[in-house]
């Protein structure tokens, strides 16, 4: 399985942007790069994903390098309800990659 | 957008008891559906896939008699933890895929207790 690296914590400020990077090496042709979150005590939600282009939503945007090997999930303005657990994750869903398996994910602590 | 619906969202049982945990898409179709348990401070850990009308596949290590899954149609499957024992007690989450694969949407968790 395609695996992807995250580091283990990030720290930012209340209003300032944040960028959480993610490498991919080995990510095949065919994997879409997905993010989600996890606050305290609940389920993950779903955040962005791409493919080769970089992606905007109202929840953030994502950058993806040209080989594809590395992303950046950008908020545009941390708040402190952004204070989450956030997980990158390779997947396919037309082949053998599509299990939604996390891995330990960065967690955000946000600053007031 | 698509909304995944778990209950019940906290359950205290007894030891040797079974306890249901229901997941249900509420607005899509759910080819597929994954169940995760989550120990304090840890990763989702993958249990179980369930594809609707067919048996679910478990991940390894997971023991299929234990944590019965079903996944009757296309809005709803359960989790079943038979015989619970104190080392069950988790917290529980699903997911569900539709047809047109835009990602995938979680439940709210179930967060077992057994005394």
């Known amino acids: 399985d395609a695996k992807t690296t995250q580091p283990n914590s990030m720290e930012s400020n209340e209003e300032e942007p944040v960028h959480l990077p993610c490498n991919h090496s080995?990510?095949?042709?065919?994997?879409?790069i997905h993010w989600y979150r996890q606050l305290p005590s609940q389920g993950p939600e779903y955040v962005i994903h791409?493919?080769?282009s970089n992606v905007n939503n109202r929840m953030a945007s994502l950058a993806i390098a040209e080989d594809r090997k590395s992303s950046t999930l950008i908020l545009h303005r941390a708040t402190l309800r952004d204070a989450a657990v956030y997980y990158c994750?390779?997947?396919?869903?037309?082949?053998?990659?599509?299990?939604?398996?996390f891995g330990k994910g960065t967690l955000l602590t946000v600053n007031p | 957008g698509a909304v995944v619906s778990q209950h019940p969202s906290w359950v205290i049982c007894k030891s040797g008891t079974s306890v249901k945990i229901e997941c249900r898409s509420l607005d899509f179709q759910a080819t597929t559906m994954f169940w995760y348990r989550q120990f304090p401070k840890q990763s989702l850990m993958l249990m179980a896939t369930s594809n609707e009308g067919s048996k679910a596949t478990y991940e390894q290590g997971v023991e299929k008699d234990k944590f019965l899954i079903n996944h009757a149609s296309l809005t709803l499957s359960t989790l079943t933890v038979t015989s619970a024992h104190p080392e069950d007690s988790s917290f529980y989450i699903c997911?569900?895929?539709?047809?047109?694969?835009?990602?995938?949407?979680f439940g709210s968790g179930t967060r077992l207790t057994v005394v």
């Open positions: 997911s569900a895929g539709d047809r047109d694969f835009y990602g995938y949407t």
């Open positions: 080995t990510i095949s042709g065919t994997d879409y």
């Open positions: 791409g493919l080769t």
């Open positions: 994750i390779l997947l396919n869903s037309g082949g053998s990659n599509y299990k939604l398996t």
